[in-house]
């Protein structure tokens, strides 16, 4: 998702040492990053029919009613799982993945809205199955991006209050953005592509890897940071956290080189045609999953916030259908309910009970 706001200083300016090393990527080209494979964002044809199907699914962005979720609290963490991987979805993209003995919490978002501004922009459906005060102690926060939806100042600014000794893990340049939100440079790990970062006393790997998007917070800094995907590398386990971005090769050359994966987190929320390769969808989706070796796809991407002008529900409804007639493993938790990746719970429509 692209969102616009005040403008400010472009991250990859905010300090000398900073801008040289942005400038040392392979990426990093004529002053902004850039995709391997080029990212279309408007296919030929499609952007004059997006009016009609806004004012066609006006009153159908928002569930009806609550989704169903499983209300937790600190204690819910206290046994780890012994020899799996576990996973607690929160909404959106943000998820609490515990493996190796190791906990860390990707794009975390817990504010209302996925803005700049507290009195508009995307509103969260309900509020997350767990009160960000009752986080568990983590080893590490993975940021995938600058997008409001996915880099979000105030849980991370909340989160760092809390839990002093936890370092952020973040694409390049935007460690600026931690600065600004005033939390110290030395607790953010900056990492270029197919770079990583041993955490919890090098029990897990985070390498940084590819993906098809793009950045920025305002209407000047433009892709200006860095945008990645996350493959968690244990000694038993291993985990995909896709973050946001639409199919290409990458996926591939992940599985190749770092997989296969007992689990792939993968959008498929916030889609459209016309929106080309930014952004993957349901059925683009398992084929992404394929690509990576992954045993089980859990989704992400969708279920918090009004993003897109399609029905809130009809990328999981896709999923539900393309995975069942693939018979592709699939776990489709309720908010905040816990996941184990050998076990996971049978697919079932849940949302539906929402309307």
């Not at 040492?17 to 400038?23: D, K, P, V």
């Not at 046994?79 to 959106?92: F, K």
């Not at 905040?336 to 079932?348: C, D, H, M, N, Y």
Request: neutral net charge.
């Amino acid at each position: 998702m692209e969102t616009t706001g005040p403008p400010h200083p472009p991250a990859a300016t905010a300090g000398s040492a900073r801008l040289e090393r942005l400038r040392r990527s392979s990426s990093f080209r004529g002053g902004v990053f850039v995709n391997a494979e080029p990212a279309v964002f408007a296919a030929p044809g499609k952007v004059l029919g997006l009016a009609g199907e806004w004012f066609a699914a006006r009153g159908l962005t928002r569930p009806k009613a609550p989704l169903p979720s499983v209300p937790l609290r600190r204690a819910a963490f206290d046994s780890p799982p012994a020899d799996d991987v576990r996973l607690t979805w929160m909404g959106h993209s943000t998820v609490l993945i515990e493996l190796e003995g190791c906990r860390l919490l990707c794009d975390p978002i817990w504010s209302d809205r996925a803005s700049p501004a507290r009195f508009a922009g995307p509103r969260r459906f309900q509020p997350a199955p767990l009160p960000l005060g009752e986080l568990p102690d983590l080893d590490a926060v993975v940021v995938s991006h600058d997008h409001y939806d996915h880099l979000d100042k105030a849980t991370v600014q909340a989160i760092a209050q809390q839990q002093p000794r936890v370092p952020f893990i973040v694409p390049l340049g935007v460690g600026a953005h931690f600065e600004r939100f005033g939390i110290a440079s030395d607790r953010v790990i900056e990492l270029d592509l197919w770079e990583e970062q041993a955490v919890a006393s090098g029990a897990l790997r985070l390498v940084a890897s590819p993906t098809r998007h793009f950045s920025g917070r305002g209407v000047r800094d433009r892709d200006r940071t860095l945008w990645v995907s996350w493959a968690l590398v244990g000694r038993r386990h291993r985990v995909f956290f896709g973050g946001d971005g639409g199919y290409g090769k990458s996926f591939a050359e992940v599985g190749r080189r770092l997989g296969p994966f007992d689990v792939t987190l993968l959008e498929i929320g916030a889609h459209h045609p016309a929106w080309g390769t930014i952004h993957l969808g349901p059925e683009n989706a398992l084929v992404a999953h394929a690509d990576l070796s992954g045993q089980l796809l859990l989704p992400i991407h969708w279920g918090a916030f009004n993003l897109a002008i399609h029905p809130w529900d009809e990328p999981i409804e896709k999923l539900f259908e393309t995975a069942s007639a693939s018979g592709a493993r699939v776990a489709l938790p309720r908010l905040g309910e816990q996941v184990l990746a050998s076990a996971p719970p049978g697919p079932t429509p849940w949302w539906r009970a929402a309307g």
